[in-house]
């Protein structure tokens, strides 16, 4: 058969080498093993950072460097939820990210899914209530509602304190912040789906149930880092494609999928592209591992802050945030047709399973890239359908549930779109004008989300 693969002697070489290796694994193993959750704050976020570093500059790549930058610092207390009225019962919870230290008594309300038809049903009557919605979607929607919607409805609609009920029997309470970067207005908790289930017959079976939360969580500011590197272009070095993930993970929990598979999948196509491709890219490659994702996207939102002079250059962000799960490892597009023939060629070329869509969330690190107009795209399923975290962001993210052959699948999808994208002649996109970008920001469903967190911000 014809041969119409240009790269083909890299992409086996490369290919050949991420199948016939244990590295990324082995990387897997100390992010989550040694340094637990990473989580913002703690010394391991920190040991995280410095790993990651060392091992770019081992695997050959340049200007390795930690960029440091301030944000808003968060440390979990103990949190108490204890029905008063009309039973006694003292129920597990955990506090999310920013919640504040607080002392509320109010009557509990349900909101369902807690989606924006429930919450326009409540009417006023969510004022000064202990406000519970699940973690679920509704089917109907079409799209995925997350927990920050739900709590910033909450929030708008007068509630005193939020409860967030995981969807998942048998994986504990979900966490996940409540805002991006600042401590949250008032308190949010979360309970496992046993417990919310429990609450709801309680909320059929009397007229009114009331319940009091107690917060005693720090918001204080503190430092943190992304870790930069770079495999320099020959022909064009201040063009580039960036390829990212963040590392920290949330601090209950390995976060061995979100996001560690994601970056060491990053992490292992920085290796087979320095090894084999180092002298013949055009343009630059660089790899970002990113801080404080979890807490507001924090890392990513500095980035494109502190090298704005830049980002005319970046041809194209790829973020492959937990990309190591067992998704399809998918090209998304956030609205850039003009580059699904370049990306439908390249799946030709490599024979995997690569489907090539167009959407965009704003609950990632390619996010702040979207917002500056940069060509970007994430690492997924663009056929799937919403639905839950199932174990993600809970206590159960952990090491052995990740699979070799999805680290490899990612990571040798990864590489050999990076090469692509480095060495065409032809990648059609050019970053957007502000009122482009506007234009999407104001339509798209998908984008629902941010916009109530705008209309909090005012
Ligand atoms: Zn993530």
Same mark, same amino acid.
């Given at each position: 058969?014809?041969?119409?693969?240009?790269? +083909?002697?890299?992409?086996?070489?490369?290919?050949?080498?991420?199948?016939?290796?244990?590295?990324?694994?082995?990387?897997?193993? !100390?992010?989550?093993?040694?340094?637990?959750?990473?989580?913002?704050?703690? /010394?391991?976020?920190?040991?995280?950072?410095?790993? @990651?570093s060392?091992?770019?500059?081992?695997?050959g790549?340049?200007? !390795?460097?930690?960029?440091?930058y301030?944000?808003?610092?968060?440390?979990?207390?103990?949190? %108490?939820?204890?029905?008063?009225?009309?039973?006694?019962?003292t129920?597990?919870?955990?506090?999310? /990210?920013?919640?504040?230290?607080?002392?509320?008594?109010?009557?509990?309300?349900?909101?369902?899914?807690?989606?924006?038809?429930?919450?326009?049903? +409540?009417?006023?009557?969510?004022?000064?209530?202990?406000? $519970?919605a699940?973690?679920?979607?509704?089917?109907?929607?079409?799209?995925?509602?997350?927990?920050?919607?739900?709590?910033?409805?909450?929030?708008?609609?007068?509630?005193?304190?939020?409860?967030?009920?995981?969807?998942?029997?048998?994986?504990?309470?979900?966490?996940?912040?409540?805002?991006?970067? #600042?401590?949250?207005? @008032?308190?949010?908790?979360?309970?496992?789906?046993?417990?919310?289930? *429990? &609450?709801?017959?309680?909320?059929?079976r009397?007229?009114?149930?009331? $319940?009091?939360?107690?917060?005693?969580?720090?918001?204080?500011?503190r430092?943190?880092?992304?870790?930069?590197?770079?495999?320099?272009?020959?022909?064009?070095?201040?063009?580039?494609?960036?390829?990212?993930?963040?590392?920290?993970? =949330?601090?209950?929990?390995?976060?061995?999928?979100?996001?560690?598979?994601?970056? !060491?999948? !990053?992490?292992?196509?920085?290796?087979?592209?320095? %090894?084999?491709a180092?002298?013949i890219?055009?343009?630059?490659?660089?790899?970002?591992?990113?801080? %404080?994702?979890?807490?507001?996207? %924090?890392?990513?939102?500095?980035?494109?802050?502190?090298?704005?002079?830049?980002?005319?250059?970046i041809?194209? $962000?790829?973020?492959?945030?937990?990309a190591?799960? /067992?998704?399809r490892?998918?090209?998304?597009?956030?609205y850039?047709?003009?580059?699904?023939? *370049? *990306?439908?060629?390249?799946?030709?070329?490599? =024979?995997?399973?690569?489907?090539?869509?167009?959407?965009? =969330?704003?609950?990632?690190?390619h996010?702040?890239?979207? &917002?500056?107009?940069?060509?970007?795209?994430?690492?997924?399923?663009?056929?799937?359908?919403?639905?839950?975290?199932? *174990?993600? =962001?809970?206590?159960?993210?952990?090491?052995?549930?990740?699979?070799?052959?999805?680290?490899?699948?990612a990571?040798?999808?990864?590489?050999?779109?990076?090469?692509?994208?480095a060495?065409?002649?032809?990648?059609?996109?050019?970053? #957007?004008?502000?009122?482009?970008?506007?234009? @999407?920001?104001?339509s798209?469903?998908?984008?629902?989300?941010?916009?109530?967190?705008?209309?909090?911000?005012?």
């Open positions: 058969m014809k041969n119409n693969n240009p790269y +083909l002697n890299l992409d086996r070489q490369m290919v050949g080498d991420i199948y016939t290796s244990n590295e990324v694994l082995d990387n897997l193993t !100390v992010l989550c093993d040694d340094f637990g959750s990473r989580f913002a704050g703690t /010394p391991e976020e920190y040991k995280a950072a410095t790993f @990651i060392e091992t770019f500059s081992r695997y790549l340049k200007n !390795v460097r930690l960029e440091e301030p944000y808003a610092g968060w440390t979990r207390g103990d949190a %108490t939820l204890t029905i008063t009225e009309p039973i006694e019962r129920l597990h919870c955990i506090s999310l /990210p920013y919640c504040p230290s607080g002392d509320i008594t109010a009557e509990l309300l349900s909101v369902g899914y807690g989606s924006p038809d429930e919450y326009s049903e +409540l009417g006023d009557t969510a004022q000064s209530k202990l406000v $519970m699940s973690s679920a979607s509704p089917q109907d929607l079409g799209r995925w509602v997350h927990r920050k919607e739900k709590y910033e409805r909450a929030v708008l609609s007068g509630a005193s304190a939020f409860i967030f009920v995981s969807e998942h029997p048998g994986v504990g309470p979900e966490t996940g912040s409540l805002q991006n970067n #600042r401590p949250a207005p @008032i308190p949010g908790i979360s309970v496992c789906k046993e417990d919310g289930d *429990f &609450l709801t017959r309680c909320l059929t009397y007229d009114k149930v009331v $319940m009091r939360l107690q917060t005693t969580d720090i918001n204080e500011p430092t943190s880092w992304n870790v930069v590197a770079d495999l320099p272009g020959g022909d064009n070095p201040e063009e580039m494609i960036v390829l990212g993930c963040h590392y920290d993970g =949330h601090d209950i929990s390995q976060g061995a999928h979100d996001p560690a598979s994601g970056m !060491v999948s !990053v992490i292992e196509t920085a290796r087979v592209l320095s %090894t084999y180092a002298d890219l055009k343009r630059t490659v660089r790899f970002i591992a990113f801080g %404080t994702e979890e807490i507001g996207l %924090t890392g990513a939102f500095r980035y494109v802050d502190a090298h704005s002079d830049e980002l005319d250059n041809r194209l $962000m790829l973020n492959m945030d937990a190591g799960g /067992p998704s490892k998918g090209i998304v597009l956030h850039w047709e003009s580059l699904e023939p *370049f *990306f439908k060629t390249a799946q030709e070329q490599i =024979h995997a399973d690569m489907p090539v869509g167009q959407k965009v =969330h704003s609950y990632s690190d996010f702040p890239f979207f &917002l500056e107009g940069v060509p970007s795209c994430h690492m997924g399923d663009p056929t799937s359908a919403p639905s839950g975290r199932g *174990f993600g =962001h809970t206590a159960y993210d952990t090491l052995e549930k990740v699979e070799l052959d999805n680290l490899r699948r990571s040798s999808i990864g590489a050999r779109i990076a090469l692509r994208c060495n065409t002649d032809n990648l059609p996109a050019k970053r #957007r004008a502000k009122a482009d970008v506007q234009q @999407i920001v104001d798209d469903p998908g984008l629902e989300g941010y916009r109530i967190s705008l209309k909090l911000n005012v």
